[in-house]
């Protein structure tokens, strides 16, 4: 039973343009939503945070947004450069403490077109 | 300033062998936890460890424990090796995001264990 799916498997996008990552939960009780980035041989990065209580959080590049209605989170990332050529994790968890169990989805691989 | 550092990198073990994987936190993280990656899928959540004790469990096989050392560091450990353990096993101490008010972790590199 898959609570977090991240429905994309791949993307691909001209470089300048926005990358638009999309993600999907069915557990209620999550709260606290955060994206990672991956490059291969190496473990997954912090990108960007958003807890239940707001609906968009911004990070530079990066802003995710949050429908709680919907249980539908995005990740915007403008403009789109090839270092974030990537796969892009979106995981979710139950609270906020440190340490708390991060259920991830399946990832998104983003392929930024010099 | 270093990061979460893991051990070994790269491990190939025979069905039936036995696995030890370490871990040392970020200084000053208490936590540390522990997930698996098979090729193609998310991280699945294995253990839980904060000041030494287990505060949460994934649902794996009692094949796999772990432990937190006084120094925070920990060990992962796998018994009677399948070929469906073959994975990246990543390992994450956290840390409070101030931004956020939340928290967010930070990955080590992983252990990449090859069952053959």
């Known amino acids: 039973d898959q609570q977090v799916k991240q429905n994309s498997p791949s993307l691909s996008v001209q470089e300048g343009r926005i990358s638009i990552l999309n993600c999907d939960y069915t557990?209620?009780?999550?709260?606290?939503f955060l994206w990672y980035k991956k490059y291969p041989a190496e473990g997954p990065t912090f990108l960007i945070s958003?807890?239940?209580?707001?609906d968009k959080n911004e990070d530079g590049r990066f802003t995710v947004f949050l429908n709680k209605s919907a249980k539908h989170l995005s990740l915007h990332i403008v403009p789109s450069q090839p270092g974030d050529s990537a796969v892009y994790f979106c995981a979710a968890s139950v609270g906020k403490a440190a340490g708390n169990k991060l259920t991830f989805g399946g990832g998104t691989r983003v392929l930024v077109k010099p | 300033d270093a990061g979460v550092t893991q051990s070994p990198t790269h491990l190939i073990k025979t069905r039936g062998q036995h696995v030890t994987l370490r871990c040392s936190p970020i200084?000053?993280?208490?936590?540390v936890s522990w997930y698996q990656q098979v090729l193609g899928q998310g991280p699945q959540f294995i253990f839980q460890?904060?000041?030494?004790?287990?505060?949460g469990r994934g649902n794996f096989p009692d094949r796999f424990s772990a432990r937190q050392f006084p120094n925070y560091s920990s060990e992962l450990n796998v018994n009677a090796l399948l070929l469906g353990d073959s994975a990246l096993y990543l390992c994450a101490s956290s840390y409070t995001n101030p931004r956020e008010g939340g928290y967010g972790y930070t990955f080590g590199s992983g252990t990449r264990l090859t069952v053959v």
């Open positions: 557990n209620s009780m999550f709260d606290y």
């Open positions: 958003i807890s239940s209580i707001k």
């Open positions: 460890y904060y000041e030494k004790e287990e505060r």
């Open positions: 200084s000053g993280h208490k936590s």
